[in-house]
């Protein structure tokens, strides 16, 4: 019922920039945390930033100040804004959004979206 589409991953210099977009589509009632997933070749899934619903932000020591995630709330759509990136960033990148719906039952529950790829080579 609820769908999650990314966008933006691609192929940037080291020291580059990209912005992650992921947008939710269907019938939803209303949007709880939002956050932006990696994962590198060979390693584990790591939560990179997360945004409440009231729009505090937290973020991984790794991309703290080089990543801001946002939201826009009127698209249902959150962002990560990537900066100074690094070879080490390079990762297949998930969003990750809780999603309370009406139907076919009531509740809250975690929608992943597709993945993109980020790399930063020179």
């Known amino acids: 019922q609820v769908q999650l589409v990314e966008s933006g991953g691609g192929l940037v210099q080291p020291g580059g920039s990209l912005r992650l977009s992921c947008a939710a589509s269907g019938s939803i009632f209303s949007i709880n945390e939002m956050a932006w997933y990696r994962q590198a070749p060979g390693r584990q899934r790591e939560l990179a930033a997360t945004i409440s619903r009231g729009g505090t932000t937290n973020y991984a020591d790794s991309v703290k100040g080089r990543f801001t995630i946002s939201r826009d709330n009127a698209k249902n759509t959150v962002y990560l804004q990537m900066n100074s990136l690094k070879p080490e960033d390079t990762a297949v990148y998930y969003c990750?959004?809780?999603?309370?719906?009406?139907?076919?039952?009531?509740?809250?529950?975690?929608?992943w979206g597709q993945g993109t790829q980020v790399t930063v080579s020179s």
């Open positions: 990750k959004v809780n999603i309370v719906v009406l139907r076919p039952t009531f509740g809250a529950y975690d929608y």
